[in-house]
């Protein structure tokens, strides 16, 4: 393909190694070059962006992976979205494969939902349409004023498992939390596997710690003619310390059960799929609690392998036998430190998305055969 003549650039958002490495396959597939640009820090540590060709009236596809530095990788990809803007690119399509801050897309105590706001931010630098895979949670479409495609890594996850697990048809799909279980029946039906979740905690979550909802309300006189409630005043108001009126239902605290496993996985081979792994003490613990229920195989198959901290040396002492996880997210330093970690390539999917979006294509095929809830 002429580069010239395609009516639209792929550029790479990210200075690293491992984004400029899926960005060339990428556009390989594609048949384009790569767009000519720099991305830098500055010897303050200010991000800096230089593009360096002419984008007037094309579209610009910015692909951008999240390695550690989070935070870093953000603002490359909205310094570049602004400066393509600036320049009078027709449309800006973000390529990020792991859309970062995903975990934080519910209002949980007294935070805030990051996610929200970095859509936000991500509209206000230019972006036009985001390309991703496997949201954390798919209602975090709703956070963007543009459209939203959200790819699935499971056809590729799905192959790996038909052709690289030898006696597969031996193994179960297991869901490490209920909540997950929607996901793991969706790869238990399609390789016409069985079905086991696990159920319980071995520590109390987050969730459960006090949070201030059982505190008392404020006390406060009513003003004259209010029909409100009558506060007592002086001695008894300091030796009452509640009103009927104020009264809430008390809240009964939550009893986590020991962790059982539901569904038979004695003499199997047990798959755990989810779509994140970062920290991996709870799958560790998982495998554990597999092996002493009989599967003499442990895999996970994932479709971010962030593992963070010292994610590879637990993975590395643990009863896990393989851990499978995308390129969406760079893990080289981790596979050196732990040879159990495998990589399923996407850029095929991801290539195809952005010659369909260019092309004013459907993407129905993309998701062929995933239904709604998958």
Do not use: W
């Amino acid at each position: 393909m002429n580069v010239s003549r395609s009516g639209y650039r792929v550029f790479s958002a990210n200075s690293s190694t491992a984004c400029i490495e899926l960005a060339k396959k990428i556009t390989e597939r594609l048949g384009v070059e790569l767009g000519k640009s720099v991305v830098y820090q500055g010897s303050n540590s200010e991000t800096k962006v230089e593009v360096q060709e002419s984008v007037r009236g094309q579209d610009i596809f910015i692909i951008q992976t999240i390695p550690r530095d989070v935070n870093t990788a953000i603002m490359e990809l909205l310094v570049m979205a602004y400066a393509l803007k600036t320049n009078c690119a027709k449309n800006i399509i973000g390529v990020i494969p792991y859309f970062p801050y995903s975990k934080q897309c519910k209002m949980r105590k007294r935070g805030s939902i990051v996610c929200k706001l970095l859509a936000s931010m991500l509209a206000k630098a230019g972006l036009t349409h985001i390309i991703t895979m496997d949201l954390h949670q798919k209602e975090i479409q709703g956070f963007f004023s543009f459209p939203v495609d959200n790819l699935r890594a499971s056809p590729f996850l799905i192959q790996y498992i038909q052709e690289e697990i030898p006696d597969y048809r031996n193994a179960v799909i297991v869901a490490r939390s209920p909540s997950s279980a929607k996901r793991a029946q969706s790869y238990a039906e399609r390789l016409r596997l069985g079905l086991a979740v696990m159920h319980g905690e071995a520590h109390h979550s987050e969730l459960d710690m006090p949070d201030g909802r059982q505190s008392p309300p404020p006390m406060s006189r009513t003003t004259p003619g209010h029909t409100g409630l009558e506060l007592p005043s002086g001695g008894e108001r300091r030796r009452q310390s509640s009103y009927p009126g104020l009264e809430l239902p008390i809240m009964m605290a939550k009893e986590k059960p020991p962790i059982t496993v539901v569904g038979d996985v004695g003499g199997r081979i047990a798959i755990i799929v989810d779509d994140i792994i970062d920290d991996v003490e709870d799958f560790v613990a998982t495998a554990e609690i597999l092996k002493e229920r009989g599967a003499y195989k442990i895999y996970i198959m994932a479709t971010h392998g962030l593992l963070s901290a010292d994610a590879p040396r637990l993975l590395e002492d643990s009863a896990i036998d393989e851990v499978v996880v995308t390129n969406t997210v760079p893990h080289e330093v981790q596979k050196l430190q732990c040879p159990k970690i495998k990589t399923v390539d996407v850029s095929m999917i991801l290539a195809e998305a952005i010659r369909r979006t260019h092309n004013g294509e459907s993407m129905a095929y993309l998701f062929r055969n995933i239904a709604v809830d998958d």
